[in-house]
């Protein structure tokens, strides 16, 4: 389910502050007002979201995190998935908790270590990199093309969140991404009247 959060005073005025522009959902109820708002909004959303990166697709959730973790729980149980070591602490935790009741095989690497990056994915049986970048809280810089190159050469696929850098300044697609990733509370937005997150995607499935 597509989900966005508007501020009260938007959707009491039956307006939605959606993507690049302003969109007014239609007059009557007020729950009907405001769930219409709220569909369309999110629609408004991720056809942005895919146009700002250049993704084949977008999807919208209610929060960051869902969307990071709804890309690692589409994978099957005990897949091995390599991580920054410095990346957005609650994905690391969750990651770490993951790891720990055995539903993932994690390793956290720097990512800025193509060398280590290289050692840690293993041809055949790493199905997901995950890169930030810059890195929070560190603003570690990692080499998206490079990175690309050594999961693909694996068989495994290349997520980023690209939350800090936005598509102004990194467009992860171009560099050989599969997905990115964005909070869209935080760069992209950052004024607290616009709460969307989505995932992209290229042409395919992970």
Not at 54 to 74: D, E, I, K, N, P
Request: charged fraction near 15%; glycine fraction near 8%; aromatic fraction near 8%.
């Amino acid at each position: 389910m597509f989900e966005l959060f508007l501020n009260p005073w938007s959707m009491a005025a039956g307006a939605g502050l959606v993507g690049l522009g302003l969109a007014r959902a239609p007059r009557g109820d007020a729950q009907a007002v405001a769930r219409g708002a709220r569909i369309y909004a999110a629609e408004c959303a991720a056809c942005h979201g895919a146009r700002l990166e250049g993704g084949a697709a977008a999807l919208v959730f209610a929060s960051g995190m869902a969307a990071a973790t709804a890309v690692f729980r589409a994978l099957p149980p005990g897949s091995h998935v390599v991580a920054p070591r410095v990346v957005y602490w609650g994905l690391r935790k969750w990651l770490a908790a993951q790891a720990a009741a055995g539903r993932l095989r994690v390793e956290f690497v720097p990512l800025d270590d193509l060398d280590a990056v290289r050692r840690a994915v293993r041809p055949g049986e790493t199905r997901l990199l995950w890169a930030e970048t810059p890195a929070n809280p560190l603003w570690v810089v990692a080499d998206l093309a490079a990175l690309a190159e050594i999961a693909h050469t694996a068989g495994a696929r290349l997520v980023v969140d690209n939350t800090v850098a936005t598509p102004l300044l990194t467009r992860p697609l171009a560099l050989g991404a599969d997905l990115v990733v964005h909070s869209a509370t935080k760069y992209l937005n950052g004024h607290s009247d616009l709460f969307f997150f989505f995932k992209q995607k290229t042409a395919y499935e992970i």
